[in-house]
């Protein structure tokens, strides 16, 4: 005889005056068997968005490499090794993009189709006369008639009020891993630095893209306490980037082992479930996965990807290529 669902899944989503999701009933979703986690998860999705419509958003690296900040995973640190004579661990620094080239780029990403550009920048935040050239970005881009996201690191105070005010509609900081587990990642900022920022976000009035990265030696306890936090972040994210971990040689993490692809799309659904309204989105590592787990990902409820030939510094799948996989699954871009 069938199991009954965890009462977990029953309550769908927190009422935020009436308590807010434990890491417990987290792990207890965690534990379900896979298809009937999938099941689930398929149901909740279905109850809030179009089961055969995917969001596109395409990604730009507006200032690329020497980045102060130490954060484990990524090539653009400073901080890890730059071997001259072999693979490069960390990618060559790079001044700001014009803002001439950021629409260019901007324009051919609306003619493949994405409905959101996103511009991500190395560094641990913004300066004064980085703000100005940032908002002649955003304002141009909401010219073109896409939506607006940006990723440029810890906001000083009155920031995310001044691109607000230029139209930015997201802007994307990853809380990346459990609260206890941040250490062993990242050391040149905290947590607390993360969540501050988010909440200048937040009040700011800009709609908040924040998720995390699977597969950077944590256990599956740490991933039900990141997705605890994003969940009982008040109001949620509106979008919730998972990203699958692409080791990178010479960086700290090159040689921790990949979590097994069944964990991944059980994460999604998780998210799903207790993040029942927020885009979850398909990230980094997706040009690792076969269409099959990115078909089983759809299915859990992931309807959100980046979409066109680069992600930051790691590869992503082609326009055409996602093109074929989306007829295949007969999805519609949203």
């Known amino acids: ?53 995917v969001q596109l958003s395409a990604l730009l690296s507006i200032k690329t490499g020497d980045c102060s900040e130490d954060c484990g995973y990524c090539s653009q640190s400073v901080h890890h090794k730059h071997d001259h004579d072999g693979p490069e661990a960390r990618v060559k ?50 010219e073109l008639g896409m939506e607006t996201c940006a990723t440029l690191g810890i906001l000083l105070d009155g920031q995310a009020e001044e691109l607000k005010a230029a139209g930015l509609d997201y802007y994307n900081h990853n809380l990346d891993t459990a609260p206890e587990k941040y250490e062993e990642i990242v050391s040149t900022h905290s ?21 995390g990265i699977i597969g950077m030696g944590e256990t599956r306890e740490h991933r039900a306490g990141l997705l605890q936090q994003l969940a009982n972040l008040n109001p949620q994210p509106e979008s919730v980037p998972i990203n699958n971990l692409v080791p990178i040689e010479g960086t700290p993490l090159e040689n921790v082992a990949p979590v097994d692809w069944t964990e991944f799309v059980r994460t999604v659904a998780v998210a799903r479930i207790i993040l029942p309204k927020s885009f979850i989105r398909l990230s980094a590592g997706r040009g690792e996965m ?15 990807i980046f979409y066109g030939d680069k992600l930051l510094t790691t590869g992503n799948p082609d326009v055409e290529n996602d093109k074929a996989l989306f007829a295949k699954l007969d999805i519609k871009p949203l």
């Open 93 to 142: 620094g790079l001044e700001l993009l014009s803002v001439e080239e950021v629409l260019t780029a901007a324009k051919v990403a609306k003619e493949n189709g994405a409905s959101r550009f996103c511009m991500g920048a190395a560094w641990r935040g913004p300066k004064k006369r980085h703000i100005e050239e940032l908002k002649l970005m955003v304002g141009g881009i909401k």
């Open 290 to 304: 076969p269409e099959s787990q990115q078909a089983l990902c759809f299915l859990a409820g992931a309807n959100s």
């Open 1 to 53: 005889m069938n199991q009954p669902l965890p009462i977990t899944f029953k309550r769908k989503t927190p009422h935020p005056q009436s308590g807010q999701w434990s890491r417990e009933e987290i792990a207890a979703l965690y534990e379900m068997s896979f298809f009937d986690l999938l099941f689930a998860a398929q149901e909740v999705h279905r109850a809030n968005f179009d089961p055969n419509k």
């Open 191 to 211: 947590y607390e630095d993360r969540l501050d920022t988010l909440g200048k976000v937040r009040k700011a009035g800009l709609s908040i893209c924040c998720g």
